[in-house]
């Protein structure tokens, strides 16, 4: 997001009534951990889902670290905390728990927002868990998706064929 133009998508997500935050932490292949951000908000009634922001954790990956990055573009882009609706995160012990973890901090900006566990991370570890007969389900649903998933005419047949 350049500093000197407006970006239309940040406009529309100040006019929303609502937000939504889906955190990622992940580490790339060059062992730097990366935080993005993916928001979803409401405009001209229909909901859209847009890529927020993706930066590196310089030297550790505690639940501030993560927040304070998150608070830097909302205060740099005019976004407003008390909008946050929900937040999901990825399961990571910096982003859960109940001291200096991210969802506590947005709790002292947004004392009544939702938050969740992300549903893929969910599947893992679910799946962790399974007795082996569903466990195979399991993998063989997961091919199903990701062979559908795998290309574009693929995703249109499937979701025609549903």
Not at 24 to 43: F, G, N
Not at 114 to 132: G, Q
Not at 142 to 149: D, E, L, M, Y
């Amino acid at each position: 997001m350049s500093e000197d133009i407006e970006n239309p998508v940040v406009e529309q997500i100040k006019q929303s009534p609502i937000l939504v935050l889906q955190l990622d932490e992940s580490t790339d292949v060059s062992s730097c951990a990366q935080l993005m951000i993916y928001v979803r908000y409401i405009h001209n009634f229909n909901f859209n889902e847009e890529f927020l922001f993706c930066q590196p954790l310089d030297s550790q990956t505690r639940g501030i670290d993560a927040f304070n990055k998150v608070d830097t573009v909302f205060v740099k882009e005019g976004l407003d905390w008390n909008k946050v609706g929900g937040v999901c995160t990825d399961g990571a012990p910096s982003m859960l728990g109940s001291h200096s973890r991210f969802q506590t901090r947005v709790r002292q900006f947004v004392p009544d927002v939702m938050t969740n566990h992300c549903m893929i991370h969910r599947e893992a570890l679910a799946a962790k868990t399974l007795p082996t007969s569903l466990n195979v389900i399991l993998q063989e649903v997961i091919k199903i998706v990701n062979f559908a998933k795998n290309s574009a005419l693929n995703t249109r047949l499937f979701r025609n064929l549903c």
